[in-house]
């Protein structure tokens, strides 16, 4: 089991920046992907960056060079900075956690985090 929080959303202007945070009950070690999504009103959920337990990162075409996901494993917190934020950028952001067995992909969510950027 996972639980994860999910903090650092909130209101900013076009052009601001933001940095999201999750933390995570147990080791990052313990986990195989760390993942932000973010879902829009009326839009599909959408995984915007990947970070691997081994520290490889991946993200989504739409938001590369202005997304950064990184990790502190010493506080088992992951996080996402934003920066030149676009109105088309505001969502719910949520945090996930997957892990992988022999037998089973598990995926853990928190409860999501506002982000709304205003033009």
């Known amino acids: 089991q996972v639980h994860l929080v999910e903090s650092g959303g909130g209101l900013v202007q076009a052009g601001g920046s933001l940095r999201l945070s999750c933390a995570a009950s147990?080791?990052?070690?313990?986990?195989?992907?760390m993942n932000w999504y973010r879902q829009a009103p009326g839009e599909q959920r959408e995984m915007v960056a990947a970070?691997?337990?081994?520290?490889?990162?991946n993200y989504a075409g739409s938001v590369k060079g202005r997304f950064t996901i990184s990790r502190d494993n010493a506080k088992n917190t992951v996080y996402l900075q934003i920066t030149s934020l676009k109105p088309e950028d505001t969502a719910v952001y949520y945090c996930?956690?997957?892990?992988?067995?022999?037998?089973?992909?598990?995926?853990?969510w928190g409860q999501g985090t506002q982000v709304t950027v205003s033009s």
């Open positions: 996930n956690a997957k892990v992988v067995t022999m037998t089973a992909v598990y995926d853990y």
């Open positions: 147990r080791s990052l070690f313990t986990i195989d992907v």
């Open positions: 970070i691997t337990s081994g520290g490889n990162t």
